[in-house]
């Protein structure tokens, strides 16, 4: 059973940069898909990074050039550095890990991977 566990949330001012992690233990997701999510009041979990167990990256057009995806396997870590926030990035943020080591995968991940997010402000 994979246990997710999300940190490095706060409050950030507009422009600000955070850097989120998630460590996994359970087991190794060496070989799987890793990807960061992310859901604002009222609104569905999104997916909005994402990294393939061979390094190629996904990013949803919102984040895309701000914030960055990279994963350590030997510490089963997955980070998000993100830079340039904006008041639109404020939402918790998951991680969680893919079927498969295709981004394709994260898509729909397993509903009973999920942790407690990491909550992210980002004032004007």
């Known amino acids: 059973q994979v246990q997710l566990v999300e940190s490095g949330g706060g409050l950030v001012q507009a422009g600000g940069s955070l850097r989120l992690s998630c460590t996994a233990s359970g087991s190794t997701?060496?070989?799987?898909?890793m990807g960061w999510y992310r859901q604002a009041p009222g609104n569905q979990r999104d997916l909005v990074a994402g990294i393939?167990?061979?390094g190629s990256r996904y990013y949803a057009d919102s984040v895309k050039g701000r914030f960055t995806i990279s994963r350590d396997n030997a510490k089963s870590t997955v980070y998000l550095q993100m830079n340039s926030l904006k008041p639109e990035d404020t939402a918790v943020y998951y991680c969680n890990?893919?079927?498969t080591s295709s981004i394709a995968t994260l898509v729909r991940p397993r509903d009973d991977h999920w942790g407690q997010g990491t909550r992210v402000t980002v004032s004007s």
């Open 29 to 33: 997701f060496s070989g799987k898909a």
């Open 52 to 54: 393939d167990s061979g």
């Open 97 to 99: 890990v893919g079927k």
